[in-house]
Structure formats: structure tokens, C-alpha cells
């Protein structure tokens, strides 16, 4: 089983950009297909970004499409989330989360913090 590891938040003026990182630990995280999740305050958690194992498979919520590009990088056990033209909307916490069998999720990231200012 994989563990995972966010990085990249942090504070950004509205229009601005940010890339984060979901650093997975074992040899097997080419077999995990991995999802990007946001939460903000007082709010349920949804769901952002999709990729499959090989990097097909991608999919986006309405509200990035257009603004956020999800890969990967399977040499370095990463998945990226690149996120372009920011809005005081997208501040909330950001959380990757992998799938082996495509039914659930196996781990959870702990989360990195996005807060776009006005």
C-alpha cells in the first residue's frame, strides 16, 4: 500500500498559480489510480481532478476545467495538479487520494492548504 504526501499550497493574489505535488511512498504506485479532492471550510468535501494509472483517464469538476491540469509522473511517484487563473472560490484544503481497484479509495493524503486572496 501506498502513503502520500501533499505539497505546493500556499497563499496566492486571485489570478495567480500554483502547482502541487502528491508524493506516494512503494514501488506499486503506477497501479493506483489517483484523484484530487478539495474541502473548504464548512463545506463537503468534492472532488477536483482524476487521472488513471498510465495518465489516461482524466477528468475534471466543472468548476476547474479549463484552469487545472492534472498529471503524473509515475518515474518519480508523483501526481501534479496544476492550477492556473486561482479564485477566492478554490481556498480550501487539498487532498490527493489513491485507488487500486477503482472502488474506494486505499490512502489519504493529509492535506495541503490553498488560500487565494481577493
Known amino acids: 500500500q501506498v502513503q502520500l504526501v501533499e505539497s505546493g499550497g500556499g497563499l496566492v493574489q486571485a489570478g495567480g498559480s500554483l502547482r502541487l505535488s502528491c508524493a506516494a511512498s512503494?514501488?506499486?504506485?503506477?497501479?493506483?489510480?489517483v484523484d484530487w479532492f478539495r474541502q473548504a471550510p464548512g463545506k463537503e468535501r468534492e472532488f477536483v481532478a482524476g487521472?488513471?494509472?498510465?495518465?489516461?483517464?482524466?477528468g475534471y469538476a466543472n468548476s476547474v476545467k479549463g484552469r487545472f491540469t492534472i498529471s503524473r509522473d509515475n518515474a518519480k511517484n508523483t501526481v501534479y495538479l496544476q492550477m492556473n487563473s486561482l479564485k477566492p472560490e478554490d481556498t480550501a484544503v487539498y487532498y490527493c487520494a489513491a485507488s487500486l481497484s477503482g472502488s474506494g479509495y486505499d490512502c489519504w493524503g493529509q492535506g495541503t492548504q490553498v488560500t487565494v486572496s481577493s
Open positions: 512503494g514501488r506499486t504506485f503506477s497501479t493506483y489510480a
Open positions: 487521472i488513471g494509472r498510465s495518465g489516461g483517464g482524466i
